[in-house]
């Protein structure tokens, strides 16, 4: 056996317990969508979890490519590691005795927790992982890699989801300051007929660097006729 580091050794008690507790539940790996877990993983995991393929940058909690490299090392598979994201979600271990530094349970569940897991067992750890590269320049990238299209129609991205208000209908006429706004205080003006579910965070997922350059994009890439001012 590799001598253990002690990143790798709570991680491996884990994976002990992942292994007694998945047949009862079933690894139901053939439905989980990791496409879907990756933009749910950015959402309520990237704030405090370092991970390259997510292209997420958070601290808080362990670089999960560093932990799970090492488990890859050890042997582990993607349905150990899958499991050992299962359990860390339905039973987070405390990081100290203090509760405010430590991972809240429950942060997905059900399909979502699945989704997710299956997303983690496939990228993290695994050398030369990253963003699934897409063109359209630096803001077009951000724009991926923040799971904005899940919930977006936007024609230059090439994305459909509809949770969110149609990107190219709306945003021509606004302001880069509205646009801005909208993406790092959602909460602050809901869009009329819309749920208010965007995600509050991407003000802490978002470099405020990467911001500008989703917005030049998204103001570019919706404006008809060109040229406007700001
Ligand atoms: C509020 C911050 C926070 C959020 C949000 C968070 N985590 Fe964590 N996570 C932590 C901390 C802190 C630890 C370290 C716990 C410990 O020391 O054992 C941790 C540990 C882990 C571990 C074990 C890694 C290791 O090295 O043992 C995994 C796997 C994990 N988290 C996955 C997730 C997933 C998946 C999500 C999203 C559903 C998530 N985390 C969301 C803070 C967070
Ligand atoms: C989970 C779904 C979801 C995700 C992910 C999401 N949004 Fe939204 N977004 C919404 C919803 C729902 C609304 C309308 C409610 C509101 O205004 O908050 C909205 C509103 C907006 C608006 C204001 C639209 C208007 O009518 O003026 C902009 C701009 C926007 N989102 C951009 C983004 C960008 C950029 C990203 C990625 C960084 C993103 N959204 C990620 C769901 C989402």
């Known amino acids: 056996m590799p001598k253990l580091t002690t990143a790798i050794r709570p991680l491996l008690a884990l994976a002990a317990v992942a292994a007694v507790a998945l047949p009862a539940s079933g690894c139901g790996t053939s439905d989980a969508d990791p496409e879907r877990g990756r933009a749910l993983f950015v959402q309520k995991c990237g704030a405090c979890h370092t991970m390259a393929q997510a292209g997420t940058s958070g601290t808080q909690g362990p670089d999960l490519d560093d932990a799970f490299a090492a488990a890859r090392v050890a042997g582990e598979n993607d349905s150990t590691v899958e499991g050992v994201v299962e359990a860390q979600v339905e039973f987070p271990r405390p990081s100290n005795d203090n509760p405010a530094v430590s991972m809240p349970a429950d942060l997905v569940s059900g ?7 299956a997303y983690v067992a496939l990228y993290a750890g695994v050398p030369g ?12 990238q951000v724009f991926a890699n923040n799971g904005c299209g899940g919930c977006h129609t936007l024609a230059a991205a090439g994305s459909g989801g509809v949770t969110g208000p149609d990107l190219d209908e709306v945003l021509p006429g606004q302001s880069a300051a509205m646009i ?8 602050k003006v809901i869009a009329k007929g819309y749920p208010n579910v965007m995600p509050d965070n991407f003000s802490t997922l978002i470099s405020p660097k990467e911001l500008e350059e989703l ?5 570019a890439s919706t404006a008809k006729g060109g040229g406007k001012g700001g």
């Open 215 to 219: 917005v030049e994009y998204l103001i």
């Open 111 to 117: 399909q979502d927790l699945q989704d997710v897991a």
């Open 129 to 140: 992982a990253a963003p699934p590269k897409v063109p359209g320049g630096a803001g077009a």
């Open 180 to 187: 801005d706004e909208s993406i790092v205080d959602p909460g």
